[in-house]
């Protein structure tokens, strides 16, 4: 186990403000502007001990130990370990998608392709899982069983589709995309890759879709030519969006949608903000990059990848960001954690 060192901390405009001028440095540019940091780009990872691995036609499971359930002595409970995770890796050599037991610590890679996948995004009823992928020439919307069969394209365009997300009813899939005419814009599209529609544009870049529990919102991070990155809601029954917060990116709805975590730009920490509340509160200030929290089905925990370590691994934390337990232990890096439902 790994305690957290943190301490709840309130995010105040000052604090968001420090570091803006490194933040366009450390982002790429693409579709006309600034994009969120790369996501691929990953340091030099330490060497570890090697895992013993089976093959078979279906996928690959690699024998590991089951993760450490904290203690209780912070008054908040042990975090939640049940379900699957599912995350992207370059374990393997390149970006797969991986699934991992929460119960035993089995993990199983799910595609094996010498393309890049990535984004994998859990369906409501936890038997389908979405990604992107380029397998196919640039990166586009697929979706797969959750044992990693029947892959199938759900995209065909020149831009780039990513970050899918599902609706609460698993009857659509929001996805961030470059094919408008300058920046990145939110699509949504029926489960089967039919009716696909732009419902949120700006001249800014938009990225990272995250469906309300109640289905009627769509928040994304909004990238600005200059200041603060902004998370927005867009409403699907007016079709207008809302400012909820400057300073954040890749949100997180809370299973009863009360809350979003969110990883703080541009210190990469991850932090919550209640509905409504004008502050955000630092959960994981980390010494390192702490990215792409998602909550466990009960809310009482949430999982992210931090570099804290020495390259990229998974890590699950009590609601309250007061326990931390490191979840993957490997050479590669690992990455964009969904937990299933």
Do not use: K
Not at 17 to 37: F, W
Not at 49 to 74: M, R, W, Y
């Amino acid at each position: 186990m790994t305690r957290a060192t943190n301490r709840r901390r309130w995010l105040t405009p000052a604090r968001l403000s420090v570091g803006l001028s490194l933040l366009a440095a450390s982002c790429g540019s693409g579709a006309g502007g600034t994009t969120a940091p790369p996501a691929d780009t990953s340091p030099t990872p330490p060497t570890t001990g090697a895992s013993a691995t089976t093959t078979s036609e279906e996928a690959t499971t690699t024998s590991t130990v089951a993760p450490e359930v904290p203690d209780t002595d912070a008054g908040v409970g042990a975090a939640t370990v049940e379900g699957r995770i599912a995350w992207s890796s370059d374990r393997d050599g390149n970006r797969e998608i991986y699934v991992m037991d929460l119960v035993d610590g089995s993990i199983t890679r799910l595609t094996e392709d010498p393309a890049t996948d990535l984004y994998p995004t859990w369906s409501p009823d936890g038997s389908m899982i979405a990604f992107a992928s380029e397998r196919d020439g640039n990166r586009e919307i697929y979706v797969m069983g959750s044992d990693g069969s029947n892959p199938t394209r759900l995209t065909d365009h020149p831009g780039e589709d990513s970050r899918p997300a599902w609706s609460p009813d698993g009857e659509q899939i929001a996805f961030s995309t470059q094919r408008g005419p300058a920046n990145d814009e939110i699509w949504i599209m029926n489960a089967d890759g039919s009716g696909q529609e732009r419902v949120a544009s700006a001249p800014e870049t938009l990225a990272a879709p995250a469906w309300s529990p109640d289905g009627e919102r769509i928040a994304y991070h909004l990238v600005p030519q200059f200041g603060m990155f902004e998370i927005h809601a867009y409403d699907l029954a007016s079709g207008s969006s809302e400012l909820l917060f400057e300073g954040g990116a890749e949100p997180a709805w809370s299973p009863d949608g009360t809350t979003i975590a969110f990883t703080i730009l541009p210190s990469t920490d991850i932090g919550v903000f209640e509905m409504g509340d004008e502050r955000g509160l630092i959960l994981i200030d980390d010494p390192e990059r702490a990215q792409d929290p998602d909550w466990s089905p009960s809310g009482d925990s949430f999982v992210f990848w931090s570099d804290r370590d020495g390259n990229s691994e998974l890590y699950l934390s009590t609601a309250d960001g007061s326990q931390l337990t490191r979840l993957t232990d490997d050479p590669g890096n690992d990455r964009n954690p969904s937990w299933s439902p």
